[in-house]
């Protein structure tokens, strides 16, 4: 079965800068979740889908980033304009039930 | 904020068994106790769960106490590739549209040691 898939792996940008992030979940995963992973520091939960909808997006900083999952799919996320702070792993992860959650490998993003 | 404490840091020799702690004393009812590891440069990857019995599968053995405030995940014959952050959480388990979160604190880093 394929795994969570990440694009692009890594990235680099300038602060004040756009950047965006795709996902695509495991084949059937209704809930897919986006994660913020600071060097050092678990990952914190940026926002869910349960297909195409938003659940919870109470920790997504709203005036610059943003998530969308047209077609209940695929998800991209952006961040614009971006901060030296949005330096970060930005992990995705799906579940069929929204038991068990699993990851893909992650983008790094370098702000300078 | 997470609602388990671990030790920041462990380590143990290649082929012996590696005994991770975790302390969840504000545990609910409710609550199931999970683990995930992070292997460098790669996303959480999950590892075992439970309530209040032992369980054991391929990777791992998890042991929790009677009382359900402590809890230890037990890697049976270490090797390198086990070499990674082991991240213990409490979470409900339950199928509901806002989900139940993974609250990640920041883990115990293993080193597998040759």
């Known amino acids: 079965e394929a795994g969570v898939a990440q694009s692009p792996r890594y990235k680099i940008i300038e602060k004040r800068q756009s950047v965006a992030f795709w996902c695509n979940p495991i084949s059937g995963h209704a809930t897919l979740y986006w994660y913020q992973q600071i060097l050092g520091q678990g990952p914190k939960l940026l926002i869910q889908f349960q297909n195409n909808g938003v659940v919870d997006d109470s920790q997504l900083p709203k005036d610059r980033f943003s998530a969308e999952r047209l077609k209940g799919v695929d998800s991209t996320l952006k961040i614009q304009p971006a901060k030296l702070e949005d330096s970060a792993v930005y992990l995705c992860?799906?579940?069929?039930?929204?038991?068990?959650?699993?990851f893909g490998p992650g983008t790094r993003l370098t702000v300078l | 904020d997470a609602k388990t404490t671990q030790p920041p840091s462990m380590d143990c020799a290649e082929g012996r068994a590696a005994n991770l702690p975790c302390n969840h004393s504000t545990i609910s009812g409710n609550e199931y106790v999970y683990w995930y590891r992070q292997i460098h440069s790669q996303g959480p990857q999950y590892i075992i769960h439970?309530?209040?019995n032992n369980e054991t599968n391929e990777m791992a053995s998890l042991i929790i106490t009677e009382d359900r405030k402590s809890s230890t995940l037990i890697l049976p014959h270490a090797t390198l590739r086990d070499t990674a952050v082991y991240y213990c959480?409490?979470?409900?388990?339950?199928?509901?549209?806002?989900?139940?979160?993974?609250?990640f604190g920041t883990g115990t880093r293993l080193a597998v040691r040759p």
């Open positions: 439970g309530l209040k």
């Open positions: 959480i409490v979470r409900v388990r339950e199928r509901k549209s806002s989900g139940d979160k993974l609250t």
């Open positions: 992860a799906s579940s069929l039930d929204e038991t068990d959650q699993f």
